[in-house]
């Protein structure tokens, strides 16, 4: 009986810890599959308004492929010249995204669990043998 009780005592928190890093795991494979994508979606646009829709499109697939909201996330894009699209220039792409933590609620009154922030960034560059672009 004594076992038994230490072994649940144990097992419950080893248990909630592999589901906390494996949440936390995947909310870092959305921000750096996120971020990634949004640079190569901002780089092969025809224009800057079109570039920016597309890299918030591609961080809602990311986000979604690894179970997390929309509003988990935040981007911010970058540009090294302006206009953005200038070929040979740099754009930069930063993602952060708030993993909650499972089975946690949040403080009284919030109705949002706490969360754990994780970020990736990534960089491209225009083509340099491309026309400037908008």
């Known amino acids: 009986m004594v076992e038994a009780l230490l072994a649940i ?6 248990v909630y ?3 906390v890093v494996g949440r936390v795991q995947a909310g870092t494979f959305a921000a750096g599959t ?5 640079v190569r979606a901002v780089v092969t646009a025809d224009s800057a ?3 920016a829709a597309r890299a918030d499109a591609a961080v809602g697939l990311a986000l979604r492929d690894q179970g997390l909201p929309r509003a988990a996330a935040t981007l911010d894009l ?8 200038t070929p040979g220039g740099d754009i930069a792409a ?4 708030a993993v909650p933590l499972p089975f946690v609620p ?15 960034a990534h960089a491209g560059t ?7 672009r908008g």
Do not use: N
Not at 9 to 14: I, N, S, T, Y
Not at 34 to 38: C, G, P
Not at 126 to 132: G, T
């Open 94 to 97: 930063v993602v952060q995204v």
């Open 9 to 14: 005592l144990l097992l419950v928190p080893l």
């Open 78 to 85: 970058e540009c090294e010249h302006q206009p953005c699209l």
């Open 34 to 38: 996120a971020a990634r994508e949004a």
């Open 126 to 132: 225009v083509d340099r043998f491309r026309a400037v």
């Open 106 to 120: 949040g403080p009284i009154g919030t109705g949002a669990p706490p969360s754990i922030r994780v970020e990736a």
């Open 49 to 51: 308004a079109q570039g």
């Open 17 to 19: 810890l592999v589901a």
